[in-house]
């Protein structure tokens, strides 16, 4: 997909942050935008601030996909483009940034809420998504992953297990979904300017001697991701360089 004009774009998480920038990036190129977030009020925000509208959900909810998409469908006809951005890590921002990890004291609801949002997110996204794509002749997926995806990051290991499942997903399913003429890939970012972290998140990215990017620096990858025609590709993302392809390593070759 290389022109966006009218092509009906469902994005998710996207009340604020990577989420927002995607919207604005595709309707400044002329994208019907369906904004979707818990964030009730920020999200018909974002939705009248780009001329698309506005659908709650939960994305962890299957049920809800469900709705969300057939209520797009009957109005337009399907999906172009699918950003399945939403995500958290395992102790929200409001809770003040990375406690110490203790995974013996993790409570169940952080992990749920974490996997939810992460992993159900993105399989039932992808899962509820496909056919509007296929059935208007194609189309293209892409998640938000996460550098701690392609690499150990011990402040938040239940975060990372979740982003290496994203990044593993895309991968196994992208060939599944090319004979279907939809593509998969996923954008890995270093950290970011959103929400999902606290002040005391930022002074710890401060203190480990990186920047945090804006998120149109992502949105921007997104659209590259689209419009590059590849599959199952990761692209890492560092402030304010291009997109960078993952290559991983072989296996390494039995005698």
């Known amino acids: 997909m290389t022109d966006f004009e009218e092509k009906t774009c469902l994005v998710t998480g996207g009340a604020s942050g990577i ?3 995607t919207c604005e990036a595709l309707a400044a190129r002329g994208a019907h935008v369906v904004v979707t977030d818990v964030d009730e009020a920020a999200g018909r925000g974002v939705a009248d601030a780009v001329g698309g509208e506005f659908a709650h959900l939960d994305v962890s909810d299957r049920d809800a996909w469900t709705h969300v998409v057939s209520g797009v469908v009957e109005v337009h006809g399907g999906l172009d483009l699918v950003h399945l951005n939403a995500g958290v890590t395992t102790y929200p921002a409001a809770g003040g940034g990375f406690p110490a990890f203790d995974i013996a004291a993790m409570p169940t609801d952080a992990y749920r809420r974490v996997t939810g949002a992460n992993i159900d997110g993105v399989v039932f996204g992808v899962g509820a998504t496909v056919r509007a794509l296929e059935n208007r002749g194609g189309g293209a997926i892409v998640v938000t992953a996460s550098v701690a995806g392609l690499a150990t990051w011990e402040v938040d290991p239940v975060y990372t297990m979740t982003k290496h499942a994203v990044v593993g997903l895309v991968r196994g399913l992208a060939p599944l979904l ?17 929400k999902i972290f606290g002040p005391e998140a930022e002074e710890f990215v401060r203190e480990a001697d990186l920047r945090l990017m804006p998120p149109a620096q992502v949105a921007d990858a997104v659209i590259e991701a689209v419009t590059g025609g590849e599959t199952g590709q990761c692209w890492v993302c560092y402030d304010g360089r291009d997109p960078i392809l993952y290559v991983p390593a072989p296996l ?3 005698a």
């Open 19 to 21: 989420g927002r920038a």
């Open 178 to 194: 090319a004979e279907r003429g939809v593509t998969l890939n996923a954008i890995c970012p270093a950290a970011v300017a959103t």
């Open 252 to 254: 390494p070759r039995l």
